[in-house]
């Protein structure tokens, strides 16, 4: 009898089988989709608790990369920041350090105060690793993904080169990123060389640009004489007197 039995054992169907195949490849296919979720999530938690630094990401001087020192950053995105609401976004266009001086702010906030959303134009695709990068080439000012068009409320950019194609350049840029609302509405802070005066405020007239008396720094020198220029005075400079 029981040799009857063994010689009995149920065998199933190719297309039973195939069936259970399938099954089990989905149930695979779910853990590991689930997993990987999982992953990211554990990645994002802990990027919000630890505090990001630029020393990940080396300058390249061949690509004109200077980044602020942390306490320069930090004040500028904090004019950035102040009396932001949560439907604001700061778009920050070629100045990395400060996007990082961003993030750390807003991650080491209380959930109940304002997060604007932030976006990131730059060359360097390191910056990839943040979900609100764009690839950013300012020989192309408007090459950019069509939902960034007309999406900022504030700006700050640091054009890469001092020259005026890249600095006109740049400016279109801004300008295509900037919601048309009244220019009272808008704030915009650029930084870069002291002899780019007469043309940056030339190129940023409509909006109300003009230099400030705050020097910002650089985490490593920079031999270039290096203004900050911005659209409203506050707490942290006032217009620089003529020379």
């Not at 149920?10 to 490849?25: G, M």
């Not at 990131?120 to 609100?132: T, Y």
């Not at 069509?146 to 504030?154: F, G, N, Q, V």
Request: hydrophobic share 35%; aromatic share 12%; with cysteine.
């Amino acid at each position: 009898m029981a040799n009857q039995d063994s010689d009995d054992e149920i065998t199933l169907s190719s297309s039973a089988l195939d069936a259970l195949k399938q099954f089990y490849a989905e149930r695979d296919a779910r853990q590991e989709q689930f997993a990987k979720l999982q992953a990211k999530a554990e990645e994002q938690h802990d990027q919000q608790q630890q505090k990001l630094s630029m020393e990940a990401f080396g300058e390249d001087w061949n690509e004109s990369q200077f980044w602020y020192s942390d306490e320069t950053a930090a004040f500028l995105a904090k004019q950035l920041l102040l009396d932001a609401t949560p439907d604001m976004t700061i778009g920050v266009v070629s100045a990395p350090s400060v996007f990082v001086a961003l993030k750390n702010i807003l991650n080491a906030a209380s959930p109940e105060e304002p997060k604007p959303k932030l976006i990131l134009l730059e060359h360097d695709n390191r910056f990839a690793v943040f979900p609100e990068f764009s690839f950013y080439d300012f020989a192309q000012p408007t090459k950019l993904p069509t939902h960034l068009k007309a999406s900022c409320d504030r700006i700050i950019c640091d054009p890469p080169f001092l020259s005026e194609d890249c600095q006109t350049k740049a400016a279109i840029t801004v300008n295509w990123l900037f919601k048309p609302t009244i220019t009272t509405d808008k704030k915009l802070i650029v930084c870069t060389g002291e002899r780019m005066e007469p043309l940056v405020t030339r190129l940023y007239k409509s909006v109300g640009l003009k230099t400030t008396d705050y020097d910002p720094v650089h985490a490593r020198g920079l031999s270039n004489e290096f203004y900050c220029y911005a659209n409203f005075e506050s707490l942290g400079w006032k217009w620089r007197e003529e020379k």
